[in-house]
């Protein structure tokens, strides 16, 4: 087994338990009263980056939402990689097709070839 994948077998629970924790943040951007959750998951992800080892990983406040922006320089001759994504989430309406309540991950058999997934 590579060295990385023991890594991830090793943490897989402490992984898991992070991003359901991320995962149960209400970052609704489009709901006012939830701003403050947009910010908190701005936090989560600054935060994270830098448990990661980035040694920048700054949030940055906007007219709007809040933005992380993160990078590590620690690889001279090596390619950069740009990787982009977001922290808000949707409305969960209508909240009677979920099987659980949103925001409440949980993992679960599915019965499927994919095994448990997080919901």
Do not use: C, N
Request: hydrophobic share 35%.
């Amino acid at each position: 087994m590579a060295t990385w994948q023991k890594y991830l077998a090793e943490h897989q629970g402490r992984f898991l338990a992070e991003f359901k924790e991320f995962l149960a943040i209400p970052s609704i951007s489009t709901d006012p009263q939830h701003t403050p959750d947009v910010h908190r998951a701005a936090e989560w992800v600054a935060e994270r980056l830098r448990a990661a080892g980035f040694k920048q990983a700054e949030l940055h406040e906007t007219e709007g939402h809040p933005i992380v922006f993160g990078s590590w320089l620690d690889a001279p001759g090596r390619p950069t990689v740009l990787i982009y994504g977001h922290f808000d989430v949707q409305p969960p309406e209508p909240l009677e097709l979920w099987q659980t309540p949103p925001f409440s991950p949980e993992v679960r058999e599915d019965g499927s070839t994919r095994g448990a997934r997080v919901t």
